[in-house]
């Protein structure tokens, strides 16, 4: 079975910080581009960090960069996402997914791609005072 569980969520006022895990079983870790998408009330799904073959950048959304930093640990299976400095316009579902990896596969372009194989239920963020 694969399993991508999020957890971390909750209500943070403006300014503060949170950090998001996920954990995941069920796939070959290292063998799949992972990463943290959000989809707001009446929003699209947007990718916001996402990382492919571990030895590529993350990547991060222009709306999450210098705020928001991707981790992950092969050994675990898990990847973070610490959220700082954060805003009422961050208020989302966060999931973690991933996509089996191709040798064409970048992080960029796993990010602001609709397909993914596997995701998860998200943790609600709500950034409000």
């Known amino acids: 079975d694969v399993q991508l569980q999020a957890s971390g969520g909750g209500l943070v006022q403006p300014g503060g910080s949170r950090r998001l895990s996920c954990a995941t079983s069920?796939?070959?870790?290292?063998?799949?581009?992972i990463g943290w998408f959000r989809q707001a009330p009446g929003k699209e799904r947007v990718g916001i960090s996402c990382?492919?073959?571990?030895?590529?950048?993350?990547y991060y959304a222009n709306s999450v960069k210098g705020r928001f930093i991707f981790s992950s640990d092969s050994a675990k299976s898990s990847l973070s996402l610490q959220m700082n400095n954060l805003k009422p316009e961050d208020t989302a579902i966060y999931s973690c997914?991933?996509?089996?990896?191709?040798?064409?596969?970048?992080?960029?372009?796993?990010?602001?791609?609709?397909?993914?194989?596997?995701w998860g239920q998200g943790t609600q963020v709500t950034v409000s005072s």
């Open positions: 990382v492919a073959n571990r030895t590529q950048s993350a």
């Open positions: 069920g796939f070959t870790f290292d063998d799949y581009a």
């Open positions: 997914e991933a996509t089996e990896l191709n040798p064409s596969t970048t992080s960029t372009g796993f990010c602001n791609s609709p397909h993914r194989d596997y």
